[in-house]
């Protein structure tokens, strides 16, 4: 399901990590407070980038150059690298303490391990001396999601995520209404049932059975991977039991999904194939696909997804972040600022189809939700005032580890292997394992 690739490996934080707790003690402090409240003028910030490799480059040279002038006395040094090469080098370059970058872009798995290990800088103080800045400019949620420990260390650049998408046909020969922002698991079912023709090989409703499906699912439920302050693991809770008997028995009890264990849904972008073949009623899928889908050859939109005791949508976000040794603070905190919520930034962005801002100013976004189809482009920012965040708890360095340890038990349930109980039982063991 998704399309962005995870941040970091545990390796190589721990060389970072390693490195900037020598090279960041005695300067760092001293970093943080500067130029808080005054002019800083005459300064030139580093900017590493990877989401403007391959595509982009003069989008974001575009958007310096608006900066700049706007911002007269800083200057911007990029230095934008391909996604493979981009993290090797940043952590290096952290590690090296006086060539870090002044701003970098990161996601947010790489976020909460960074945060956590002290290697970036608090933003709080500049955003609290900058009269100009309302932090209502973004969508809340969003900007919330880069704060560790009650401080601001970064702010959402940009995001995507998944919602519902439905065939606006099927749903017509069914004498169906379309979905609607209320739905529950229940209404879904009940469309699902009335879609599904199994001589046609048309089913109602789809969404894959693997880990990021799962933790935004168990959300829908009231439940959560962990505890409320994050240093608990709860996978084998109740809500999380029913969540992942749901996911099971659309397919085993119900007959609205193909089987689980069908080869041909088990295939590479075959959800998305057969949504486009006009084989699926409802499928939750990316916003990413909109272009894959623009010239279908029916009609279709997309709604939120329904949930049963809460609303809950993926939060797949690029933040702008500070190097902790950086020594141009208040320069740094303007240029992210700028970049992620400036009106004349934010509309290069939309205009380039890069990407979608967390902004939200219903104005500034209307150049976005007229990029059609689908219709209903709104739905994309209403997701998040329902966001889930990667939940990477208190092992912020051992993501991939989680992810593994979660989804080999999932991959079993999914095969009838075991029950739904059974898998989260051992879930758990192997998640309180990473916490030893």
């Not at 601001?152 to 998408?165: A, H, I, K, R, T």
């Not at 240093?231 to 099971?248: D, F, H, R, Y």
């Not at 085993?252 to 193909?258: F, Q, Y």
């Not at 966001?387 to 912020?396: Q, R």
Request: aromatic content about 12%; overall charge negative.
């Amino acid at each position: 399901m998704r399309k962005i690739g995870l941040l970091l490996t545990a390796m190589m934080m721990v060389t970072v990590i390693a490195a900037c707790s020598n090279n960041n003690e005695g300067s760092a402090t001293n970093a943080g407070k500067e130029g808080v409240g005054s002019d800083q003028k005459d300064v030139t910030i580093k900017f590493m980038t990877y989401t403007a490799s391959g595509g982009q480059e003069e989008t974001i040279e575009a958007m310096i150059k608006l900066f700049e002038e706007a911002n007269p006395g800083i200057k911007v040094d990029l230095q934008v690298m391909a996604y493979s090469d981009y993290f090797t080098k940043l952590n290096t370059v952290i590690g090296g303490g006086s060539a870090a970058p002044d701003v970098f872009e990161v996601g947010y798995e790489g976020f909460a391990s960074y945060a956590s290990k002290d290697v970036l800088l608090d933003l709080t103080p500049f955003i609290e001396a900058d009269a100009s800045f309302d932090p209502g400019v973004f969508k809340k949620l969003a900007y919330d999601a880069f704060q560790y420990e009650g401080k601001q260390y970064g702010v959402s650049e940009s995001f995507s995520n998944v919602v519902l998408y439905y065939n606006k046909d099927l749903f017509d020969a069914a004498g169906l209404d379309y979905p609607a922002a209320d739905w529950t698991w229940e209404d879904e079912l009940a469309a699902a049932k009335k879609l599904t023709d199994a001589a046609q090989g048309v089913w109602g409703t789809y969404a894959p059975l693997q880990f990021w499906e799962f933790y935004k699912t168990i959300a829908q439920n009231g439940g959560g991977i962990w505890s409320a302050d994050g240093k608990t693991a709860t996978v084998n809770s109740k809500e999380n039991v029913e969540a992942l008997e749901w996911m099971i028995a659309k397919a085993s009890e119900h007959k609205v999904s193909p089987a689980l264990n069908d080869d041909t849904f088990n295939q590479p972008d075959a959800d998305l194939n057969a949504f486009l073949a006009g084989k699926l009623g409802m499928l939750r899928g990316g916003i990413w696909n909109f272009g894959r889908f623009k010239d279908a050859p029916f009609q279709w939109d997309i709604a939120l997804e329904p949930g049963n005791t809460n609303k809950g949508h993926h939060f797949f976000a690029d933040g702008l972040v500070a190097s902790k040794s950086s020594k141009n603070g208040e320069a740094a905190w303007k240029f992210i600022k700028f970049i992620s919520s400036d009106p004349a930034a934010v509309a290069l962005r939309i205009e380039k189809g890069w990407s979608v801002p967390a902004v939200a100013d219903e104005a500034v976004m209307k150049a976005y939700y007229e990029q059609t189809p689908p219709a209903s482009k709104q739905v994309v920012s209403e997701a998040l005032d329902s966001l889930v965040l990667p939940p990477v708890g208190a092992i912020p360095d051992q993501w991939n580890e989680l992810t593994g340890a979660v989804g080999e038990e999932l991959e079993k349930a999914k095969l009838g292997q075991i029950d739904a109980q059974t898998a989260l039982d051992n879930a758990q063991k192997k998640v309180e394992e990473l916490l030893k």
